[in-house]
């Protein structure tokens, strides 16, 4: 079987789009799905290229039990980083336009969109709060919504690859 190449997309790639695909791969894996899907990460912009994980995002993390991040190091979504995917998890709206431009057949949908409690909401309404400027508890925040949409998008995969549910 052909993995189901996944990434999330944020602004730098330094705070939400690394936990989003640390909490996927989290999770994936408690799927029994990590070996059919290949999760990484990337940034609209390139301001934070070569950087890693945000120290609060990855102390918050580490609060509740994910790995850190400690190999990551940001980097900007080309064209063929995104035509090469087969979703792609943009944490807002901005990021969502900028993912169409660069690959407009691809699938791109808002991380948020598959959490349940946001069902039915514009995409407008569907960004996840930027930690950057703010203190522990927005990066709490973020987790938290990545957290709520994280078993939504592992079910819409699941889905994807034919592979059924647990009972």
Same mark, same amino acid.
Do not use: K
């Given at each position: 079987?052909?993995?189901?190449?996944?990434?999330?997309?944020?602004?730098?790639?330094?705070?939400?789009? #690394?936990? !989003?695909?640390? $909490? @996927?791969?989290d999770?994936?894996?408690? %799927? /029994?799905? +990590?070996?059919?899907?290949v999760?990484?990460?990337?940034?609209?912009?390139?301001?934070?290229?070569?950087?890693?994980v945000? #120290?609060? !995002?990855?102390? $918050? @993390?580490?609060?509740?039990?994910?790995? %850190? /991040?400690? +190999?990551?190091?940001?980097?900007?979504?080309?064209?063929?980083?995104?035509?090469?995917?087969?979703?792609?998890?943009?944490?807002?709206?901005?990021?969502?336009?900028?993912?169409?431009?660069?690959?407009?057949?691809?699938?791109?949908?808002?991380?948020?969109?598959?959490?349940?409690?946001?069902?039915?909401?514009?995409?407008?309404r569907l960004?996840?709060?930027?930690?950057?400027?703010?203190?522990?508890?927005?990066?709490?925040?973020?987790?938290?919504?990545?957290?709520?949409?994280?078993?939504?998008?592992?079910?819409?995969v699941?889905?994807?690859?034919?592979?059924?549910s647990?009972?």
């Amino acid at each position: 079987m052909t993995a189901y190449r996944v990434m999330t997309v944020c602004t730098g790639n330094i705070c939400r789009s #690394p936990m !989003a695909e640390i $909490v @996927l791969r989290d999770r994936f894996e408690a %799927a /029994g799905l +990590g070996d059919a899907v290949v999760l990484d990460s990337s940034g609209v912009s390139d301001e934070e290229h070569g950087n890693p994980v945000d #120290p609060r !995002a990855r102390a $918050v @993390l580490a609060e509740h039990g994910y790995p %850190a /991040g400690d +190999g990551h190091r940001a980097r900007q979504v080309t064209a063929a980083d995104a035509g090469a995917r087969d979703l792609l998890l943009a944490m807002t709206t901005r990021h969502a336009r900028a993912l169409r431009a660069l690959a407009p057949d691809a699938d791109v949908r808002m991380y948020r969109s598959f959490d349940p409690a946001a069902a039915g909401l514009p995409d407008d309404r569907l960004d996840i709060a930027d930690p950057w400027y703010g203190g522990p508890e927005d990066f709490e925040e973020c987790l938290a919504q990545v957290e709520a949409a994280a078993d939504g998008v592992v079910a819409f995969v699941r889905g994807r690859l034919g592979v059924p549910s647990e009972a």
